[in-house]
């Protein structure tokens, strides 16, 4: 591959036929992070987090009025027969679907229009590695706007800030059940435990555990079970406004702008915690504040974030040389993700000339779109798209998020199904690409003989376009 097919395909994500090739690849890399726009178009006209988590509110009220009904033994509102608490959720769940395909058709629109690939590749990363998903029916409106809310404005940003700003977010809270944790020694805690009875209250582990595991630290890196505990206790409190409604939520203090990020002082765990052998006498909301500030910039967490995108970009198996530099420039600079990036680009194991990567359902789905200069892209047809592929938009099914290695995507069945894809997306062409030039575009100085003379011995121009999406320089990158 020469270093302009690496910089439009390694470190973005393909290029397009319309767009320019600068003289210097790596510098315009660099250039990119100048000209990024953490708010396009397509992004700003999307409902706000507060407008769909308002929409989310407002079925959490309809859920629990009518179990109040049914617990009275009184005949639900609507029409005999009806059961509300059913059609209080298929309501939500089509009203969260359709902002759900609104996000991930924005998505896809940015990511193909997009003249920063790389910074766009980024936030494609960081949305991964924080991962959410959208299995919950809480979830299915929230995902997209967690990505575009939490991630894109702190792409370019320090760690540090991303990091507040994704724990922070509802989608966050609610995915990984933080907004329901409640300290036992607290108000609230205490509370519930004088009265007894089935009401299910209590502290929850999975966020603290997920911030150490996935997010910062890494597994096995010296924390305890005692850590993820004491964190835990840090961590209550932090909550999400306006979500739920009526006495219990006033009195938690859990009222605000739905959607927004509160701290309940009220089921706040207190006292002082001791963490990774370090003491946090802070109260209250600063308390997990000032153990998500350490952790940001932990020699652990600038470990696993190093090696997690040296993976992304320099091969499944990445050089340690490549990993070590990350990891003192993210600890020299205070996490500063851009000094980061820099040194990625600048770094000759990201620039070999074999192929590293194998692309990822997402990747290649978007690749092809900007190959083939896609301009039309609805939502539903993205999401179709990505449920065949195997890599569904914002369900990678665990907090861990999708793999990042071939094992997970080159499989026969796998690579049959884009063979399909690119047949219908070459079709849908109609003989109006000559695959030839279009290749040569795309991949300058990184052909093979074999791609050349499979692709003109097409029978067709749309069969020279599929086989073009299924060459092996447009499979991996």
Known sequence: MS?????????????????????????????QMARYDARPGAVAALPATAHVAAQLADYMEQQQAARRE?????????????????????????????????????????????????????????SNHFAVSADKVTMIGLAGAFEFDAIRPHVLGKFRDMLHAVERHPAM???LDQAQSVGPG????QLAARRGGPQRVGLNENLAREILELHTLGVRTGYSQVDVI??????TGWSVAGITRGPAARFAGLEGKSGSFVFAERIHEPGTRTILGKRYDQQGERQASAVLDDLAVHPATAKHIAAKLARHFAG???????????????????????????????????????????RTPWEWSIAAMRALGTREIPGEA???????????????????????????????????????????????????????????????????????QAIARAESASQGVALMLVAPEFMRR
């Open 316 to 358: 499944d198996e990445p050089p340690a040389s490549l990993v070590g530099k990350l990891e003192t420039a993210f600890l020299k600079t205070g996490g500063d993700l851009p000094s980061v990036y820099r040194v990625l680009i600048e770094s000759p194991e990201a620039w070999v000339a074999q192929p590293v990567k194998f």
């Open 186 to 189: 607290s108000i609230a805690g």
């Open 382 to 452: 993205v999401l179709g798209l990505m449920n065949q592929l195997g890599q569904p938009v914002w369900r990678p099914g665990s907090p861990a998020g999708f793999d990042d290695i071939a094992a997970s995507w080159a499989g026969p069945d796998a690579v049959m199904r884009r063979v399909e894809a690119a047949e219908r997306m070459a079709a849908r062409t109609r003989d109006t690409i000559d695959a030839r030039a279009r290749m040569a575009t795309l991949f300058p100085g990184a052909l093979s003989a074999t791609t050349q």
């Open 70 to 126: 049914m617990r009275k033994g009184d005949e639900p509102e609507g029409a005999p027969g009806d059961d509300a608490v059913q059609r209080a959720r298929q309501f939500a769940r089509q009203q969260a679907r359709e902002n759900y395909v609104a996000f991930a058709g924005a998505r896809a629109q940015v990511a193909v229009a997009s003249d920063t690939p790389l910074v766009e590749r980024l936030v494609h990363f960081w």
């Open 173 to 175: 809270l609610l995915y």
């Open 230 to 235: 004491e964190f835990a206790r840090a961590m």
């Open 3 to 31: 270093d302009t097919s690496i910089a439009l395909n390694r470190f973005g994500l393909g290029g397009r036929a319309d767009a320019s090739v600068p003289a210097d690849p790596r510098r315009g890399l660099i250039d």
